[in-house]
């Protein structure tokens, strides 16, 4: 009977392995959706200057801004940089359209205001900069980074702003991402 019960399962097995080697090339041509998913709410509170609190449905997201890095709260700008997102987006309805979480469990999106695109808003205003690091491909924020450097706008005021991420590396104890 073992014997019997043995032979069923690897011929289970040959059949699943066959089945799947003729439906995974039919797999690759139905085109996948790539947008991820979508939090909609009120932002109830701001971290930092790239980071914020939705309230939706119930459910806090602790959510940080895709794409760009603000300035720490103790580096010049941090709560300059603070301050212009919650001008731009506290008690406001927001959407937020992501892939995934970063390290640290926040949702890792983009943020929106009706059309307008608050990660974008930020790095134009300059208190934010275009975190190639993480978002290389993106050449809009590259450009727009360049717009406020050249207007020297927000942060860019200052004769030599440090970006965020030398700042975390040389003073690891104190601050997290």
Not at 52 to 81: F, S, T
Not at 120 to 136: D, M, N
Not at 166 to 171: A, F, G, L, M, Q
Request: proline content about 4%.
């Amino acid at each position: 009977m073992a014997g019997r019960i043995a032979v069923l399962v690897i011929c289970m097995n040959v059949f699943a392995i066959k089945v799947l080697c003729l439906a995974l090339p039919l797999l690759l041509l139905v085109p996948v959706s790539c947008t991820g998913a979508t939090v909609s709410g009120i932002v109830v509170s701001v971290i930092d200057g790239d980071t914020i609190c939705v309230a939706e449905g119930g459910r806090l997201h602790r959510v940080r801004l895709a794409g760009i890095d603000a300035p720490e709260l103790e580096q010049a700008y941090g709560r300059k940089a603070r301050s212009y997102l919650a001008s731009a987006v506290l008690r406001r309805r927001v959407r937020v359209e992501y892939d995934g979480t970063d390290r640290y469990g926040r949702v890792l999106g983009e943020v929106f205001i009706g059309k307008t695109n608050v990660n974008k808003k930020a790095v134009r205003a300059g208190y934010a900069w275009h975190y190639v690091h993480f978002a290389e491909d993106r050449s809009d924020m590259a450009a727009l980074e360049q717009e406020a450097r050249r207007a020297g706008r927000g942060l860019w005021a200052a004769p030599a702003p440090v970006p965020p991420w030398e700042y975390r590396k040389n003073n690891k104890a104190e601050v997290e991402e």
